[in-house]
């Protein structure tokens, strides 16, 4: 699973499987196994208001915290391909967004992350909490929470 | 504003000024103002696993809701253009999507839908909550609830 360490090939990954990304301009600009940044681009995801569609923005921190998960599977061996869905996202869209944005995701803190993953070697099946938010002019934007479930 | 009674027309609409609607397949099936119903296409919203994204699912339910708000009151003679905003949502994804889908809504029930016109139409401000369903193999697959504000 080597393609997954270089953000270019994760974002041809994406682009590629999840062909709507490619619609919405989305780029990978950070894909650690701590973070993940994508960018939307304003063009793409435009609204009758000349802001940014909120369905966009919540799609593009779906996203993050979803690539977040993945790559952090694959990486520890864990995840069968497609094995992660989405359970339910709660989002508040706290000011309007009317650039180019960025969705970042971090890992969780340490001890919710390592019962996610004892729960998920236990049972082969866990689930996890997911934040990400969208800043506009150095204000939290978007305010993202994602559930997942992943299967082993 | 008369664009708005036909369904035809609408879904131009939301074409031309909501581009991602149009990279989603977006149709508009009904559009009256007690109910609207969009279609999203499956192979627009695929995802690698070859089911619809969440991201979409939650983009249609979105506009849905949107455009029955919009509708009502562009009809009423209440809305301004552009005078909605997306407040927050929150979604459960209970069952996966594969293939093409609906979203529909339908306006509140009166009681709750009077006192949002209400406060409207004295403060020049009302926050009213829609809810969206997708449906698959006569199952509710997805379970929407946004929060929208108007302005007057």
Redesign the interface.
């Known amino acids: 699973m080597d393609q997954f360490f270089r953000k270019e090939d994760f974002e041809k ?1 994406l682009r590629e ?4 990304t490619a ?2 301009g989305v780029e990978v600009e950070e894909a650690s196994q701590d973070q993940v940044i994508l960018l939307g681009k304003f063009a ?6 000349k802001t940014v ?4 923005l ?3 921190a ?2 993050a915290c979803w690539s977040l998960l993945h790559m952090n599977l694959v990486r520890s061996k864990r995840e069968a ?2 094995e992660i ?9 706290l000011h ?1 967004v009317t650039s180019d944005f960025r969705a970042s995701t971090r890992i969780p803190e340490q001890e919710k992350w390592e019962r996610f993953l004892k729960v998920l070697d236990r049972k082969g099946k866990g689930k996890v909490e997911l934040s990400a938010q969208i800043m506009q002019d150095g204000k939290v934007a978007v305010d993202y929470v994602g559930t997942f479930a992943a299967l082993r």
């Open positions: 990954y499987h999840i062909p709507v619609a919405m793409n995801n435009i609204n009758h208001k569609f909120g369905g966009s919540h799609a593009v779906t996203l391909p497609g869905v989405i359970v339910g996202s709660s989002v508040n869209f309007p």
